[in-house]
């Protein structure tokens, strides 16, 4: 009986050992997406340094990456590509997170905001895919992203489905 007990103290530990309070939770969110937001306007100015930089590193070879003016003209607007599509993904979750803030997760908006920062997960991954050309990470790292923009669809779609089955309780109510 006592290990009984203990068992069930340990496992509510385990429970609440990083479990934290809803508001608090979204607060870190919020304070976190624009702490990322500002970070990604700071990289803008950067990224022309930072891009030469990576370019100019070694391959897995050893090799130095040898790309034409027009290829790295390519990488340059293919990053500032994906920096938008990150800010506008940015401002989007920033807006859904005001909305859970307001208890208002299973509406019509907040469903079509997931639904757009989605969409630029896929096409920040489309276009990493697409940079293939420099370097095989990119492949690998537009897979990841393609893959983490179909599971928030997939995430869009659960919570679609609950606005519907809300509204459809609402009515019968």
């Known amino acids: 009986m006592a290990s009984k ?5 340990a496992k509510a530990g385990e429970d609440n050992m990083l479990k934290i309070n809803r508001k608090l939770s979204v607060y870190i969110s919020i304070v976190l997406t624009a702490i990322m937001f500002v970070a990604a306007v700071v990289l803008a100015f950067y990224m022309p340094t930072l891009l ?3 370019l100019s590193l070694p391959n897995s070879a050893g090799e130095q990456l040898d790309l034409a003016p027009f290829q790295k003209t390519v990488v340059y607007v293919a990053a500032y ?8 993904g940015l401002g989007m979750l920033f807006a859904l997170l005001l909305l859970v803030q307001k208890k208002k997760v299973f509406t019509v908006p907040a469903v079509e905001l997931i639904r757009y920062i989605s969409w ?3 096409f920040m991954g489309i276009i990493m895919v697409a940079l293939t050309f420099c370097s095989a990470i990119a492949l690998c790292v537009g897979a990841a992203v393609i893959f983490v923009g179909l599971t928030v669809r997939v995430v869009k779609n659960v ?12 009515l019968t109510v």
């Open 159 to 170: 919570i679609e489905e609950a606005v519907c089955l809300k509204e459809e309780n609402d």
């Open 5 to 9: 007990a203990k068992t069930k103290a």
């Open 120 to 122: 630029c997960l896929i």
């Open 52 to 54: 030469k930089y990576l």
């Open 81 to 88: 590509a994906v920096l938008a599509l990150m800010e506008a």
